[in-house]
Structure formats: C-alpha cells, structure tokens
Nanobody
Framework: QVQLVESGGGLVQAGGSLRLSCAASGRTFSNYDMGWFRQAPGKEREFVAAIRSDGHTYYADSVKGRFSISRDNAKNTVYLQMNSLKREDTAVYYC????????????WGQGTQVTVSS
C-alpha cells in the first residue's frame, strides 16, 4: 500500500494557475492508477482527474481543457496542473491511488486546500 502526501495548494486569483503534487512512498507506484478528487464545503467529494498506470488520462467535464494530470514514476509523484482557475474550483484536493487491477481507490492523502479568489 502506498502512502500519499499532497502539496502545492494555496490561494490564487481567478484565472491563475497552481500545480499540485502528490508524493507516494513504496516501490510499486508504477503499478498504481492515480487520481485527484476534490471536496468543496457542503458538497460531496467529486472526481477531478485520473491517470492509469499505462499513462491514459481521464478528466471530469468541469476541468477538461484547464487541468492536466501527469506522473513521474521515477519520482513516485503525480501532478495536477490547474490553469484558468475559477472560484468554483475552490476545494480541498485529495490524491488517491489504486492498484491497476482494482476499481477501488484504497490509498488517500490528507488533502491540500485550494482557494480561488475573485
């Protein structure tokens, strides 16, 4: 099981950019599908983006064209580049991982706050 630690959150003006990082411990990171989720106050956690172990990527419609997920297996790290940020992107962002043969995310980070101001 990998352990996940997010970083890179903060306060940014609308239209700005942030890059989130998620560092994973363990030697099997390359065998994990990785995802980013977010939870805004008073709302349920929602899917943002994912990258499979083979590099295929998926995005929520709300972030397509603005966010980009990538991974560096040599550094055991997954990234979320967020551009053209909107106020509605304000949330706690969580990194998650699952073995590439599983449908369930079993490893979660502690979350990092992203706040977009107008």
């Amino acid at each position: 099981q990998v352990q996940l630690v997010e970083s890179g959150g903060g306060l940014v003006q609308a239209g700005g950019s942030l890059r989130l990082s998620c560092a994973a411990s363990g030697r099997t990171f390359s065998n994990y599908d990785m995802g980013w989720f977010r939870q805004a106050p008073g709302k349920e956690r929602e899917f943002v983006a994912a990258i499979r172990s083979d590099g295929h990527t998926y995005y929520a419609d709300s972030v397509k064209g603005r966010f980009s997920i990538s991974r560096d297996n040599a550094k055991n790290t997954v990234y979320l580049q967020m551009n053209s940020l909107k106020r509605e992107d304000t949330a706690v962002y969580y990194c998650a991982g699952r073995r590439d043969y599983s449908n369930t995310y079993t490893a979660w980070g502690q979350g990092t706050q992203v706040t977009v101001s107008s």
